[in-house]
């Protein structure tokens, strides 16, 4: 604990509110609530064993901020928004794009149909069921009860005015209201036997589609009967998932967290109608102190996006209360299960485990191809520094046409394929890959020295060539020549026998065959390699495109370019029809005509 650290917990107060960690550069890196804000931070900073994750976090804490709130309610408000603005790292980090989908029926109109959607919006009038995770498709469901029950599947405005019904009525797949061909009553009815299946009845369902089943089987539409098959297979499968000594209409969210102190899992368990929908399981590095702290800061995340059962089953005690009122519902939270319950969290505890193990093992995987590799790189080829960003070029042309340069990088020892850029290469003249490879480098330098593009401010903590000493030591020369030689480092890997030279070292450097650090720069270099070669292939069939479009007369420079954008290649534009040609600003019906039987003549 430093100085700085030290003085300002003297400061802090015991009113509720939210704490921010930052590290040396300033970063946030926990932000956290606390009812009594001098207790919760001082915990940090004391001596006493702390779990591993907490450990980690706290030796890269420089300083804190700390805002007071009214209530711990607020601290808690407070807290998520400043968590979903800023992403700490060692915060429960949901992202929105994890929500699982729904079924939405909006009983607020006459004639509802049903729509899958990701977001529960709360007191809309609407029902929702799900969510639907881990093996089984809303979609599938929906077309399943399109077999079964006359439910409209247009979104259109129903007000009966419409002319005639759609195939579906002649199909006997819907009553019809656009026409007034049912009453809201009957409607009504329909929608009772749909929401009925969905709470968990499978029965009244299964009976109706063995009969259609049947029925078309005998007139010999196979096709059909073949469908109601299929969807009788996904009632089947659905059955499977029923939790025995559970009455049908159940509905509850199970919750275990486990930990080995460093890493942990959350598995949530999701039971609808009395059957299990899925599990989930979802790795944590939160840094709080407490276990059950960070299963409560996961729930307060998780329902912002999901719907909230009447009952909550989780394996450590929280705080009810503070929940229930940020979820603004009442819920039933059972920490100390019986029977039924106890199974189910119980099966929720042995996923959490399993789950853990196996994600510990592919992290050391992991870290061993990324970080690992990266150390061992340093190590083998005696780097100053670790080359946390690598980045690598290539060149690609055909008899020195069309010559472009790629850029690869990587981070961390992992593709970082945003800061991915290409070059046409626009100096050299015939085909001289040293030169092309010169000019490419020269332009990526500059732009770093100008602070000049998103992927070229940062600086390269090393530069990896494709080729032998004489490539290494002519791209040396442009790196001297910005004055960056002491700052980056560069290596080349040459591919014969996968030779690295070095710029102080004319002996080249044999890496282990198979080695994580070798495999990392073949890596790069192939990747290199294929992103050149891809980009060389766009601009040679732009080009050969450009060239035959050239020659019809009325089409110049700007409405090729049009035409280009807009359907990429010859064979896109040749297979469009006149209309559509006519989309393309300047290209009228008869010069569409005239390209049409251009391309298809030729």
Known sequence: MNDKIRDKLKTLTTRPGVYIMRNKEGEIIYIGKAKNLKNRVSQYFRSSPKPSKVQAMVD???????????????????????????????????????????????????????????????????????????????????????????????????????????????????????????????????????IRFLNGNDDEIEEILLKKMEIASNLQNFERAIELRESLKMISKLKQRVVANLPKDVNKDIFAYHTNGLSGVITSMIVRGGKILGIMNYTQTDAELEEKETLFNFLVQYYQTSLVPNEIIVSHEIDEKLLTEYIGKNIKIISNPHAVNLTLLNMAKENAEEYLNKHIEKEKREYEQSIGALQQLKEKIGLKNLPRRMECYDISHISGTNKVASMVVFINGKPSKKHYRKFKIKTVVGNNDFESLKEALTRRLKRYIEQNGESFKEKPDLLVIDGGKGQLSSCYEILKSFGLENEIEMISLAKRIE??????????????????????LQNIRDEAHRFAITFHRQIRTKSQTKSELEEIKGLGKVKIESLLNAFGTTENIKNASVEELCVVKGIHASLAQEILKHLNEN
């Not at 009214?70 to 794009?97: C, M, R, V, W």
């Not at 729904?102 to 109109?109: E, S, V």
């Not at 690295?500 to 495999?519: C, D, G, Q």
Request: net charge positive; glycine share 4%.
């Open 60 to 194: 890269n804490v420089d300083s804190f901020d700390y805002f007071i709130a009214t209530s711990e309610l607020d601290a808690l408000a407070l807290e998520s928004n400043l968590i979903h603005k800023h992403q700490p790292f060692y915060n429960i980090l949901l992202k929105d794009g994890k929500a699982f989908p729904y079924i939405k029926i909006d009983m607020k109109n006459d004639f509802p149909r049903l729509e899958i959607v990701r977001k529960v919006k709360k007191n809309d009038g609407a029902k929702y069921f799900g969510p639907y995770i881990a093996g089984i498709d809303p979609r599938e469901i929906l077309k399943t009860i399109h077999f079964a029950y006359k439910i409209r599947t247009c979104s259109q405005k129903i007000d009966g005015k419409a002319k005639r019904e759609c195939l579906n009525y002649s199909l006997g797949l819907c009553l019809a209201p656009c026409t007034n061909k049912v009453s809201k009553e009957e409607y009504g009815e329909e929608i009772k036997k749909v």
């Open 499 to 520: 030779e690295v030279f070095t710029i102080n070292n004319n002996i080249p450097i044999i890496l282990k065959y198979a080695s994580a650090e070798l495999k990392l």
